[in-house]
């Protein structure tokens, strides 16, 4: 008897949960999007003693900071020895500036802009310039 009962409850069992399907997982969205940021227009010149950067980036409003550094040195190579000129904190405009007042050495000077993007990726331009 206690068979018989047992096999009509895994019957039953068996035809409730054939007509069941699987459900699919929510997907979570992100709170940002991770977007790349490329820099665009790029002017560097002279002024005076130091030096004035412009450069516009597209997806500006993935940028949270930029750091202007130089060397004198090889930017190619991995050693090379890159200091820090400036460090701004980014405001979403596409278009921005920095000016080196500090007079820089005759010769073949590399500066490069290094932007910070909100999920952590860093994405860096080298600029070349020769002063006489």
């Known amino acids: 008897m206690k068979n018989m009962l047992l096999v009509l409850l895994l019957g039953v069992s068996y035809t409730a949960n054939s007509g069941i399907t699987s459900i699919k997982p929510i997907q979570t969205v992100h709170p940002y999007f991770n977007f790349v940021p490329s820099f665009e ?3 560097l010149h002279k002024q005076g003693k130091g030096i004035k950067v412009q450069w516009s980036v597209s997806e500006a409003a993935a940028v949270t900071s930029f750091d202007i550094e130089s060397t004198y040195e090889d930017p190619g190579d991995i050693y090379s020895n890159w200091s820090i000129k400036g460090h701004l904190p980014s405001d979403g405009r596409r278009m921005n500036m920095f000016s080196d007042m500090i007079a820089i050495y005759p010769g073949q000077v590399h500066y490069r802009i290094v932007a910070h ?4 990726d860093v994405v860096s331009q080298p ?3 020769t002063i006489e």
């Open 117 to 120: 993007t909100n999920n952590g």
């Open 127 to 129: 600029i070349p310039l």
């Open 41 to 43: 227009n790029i002017h």
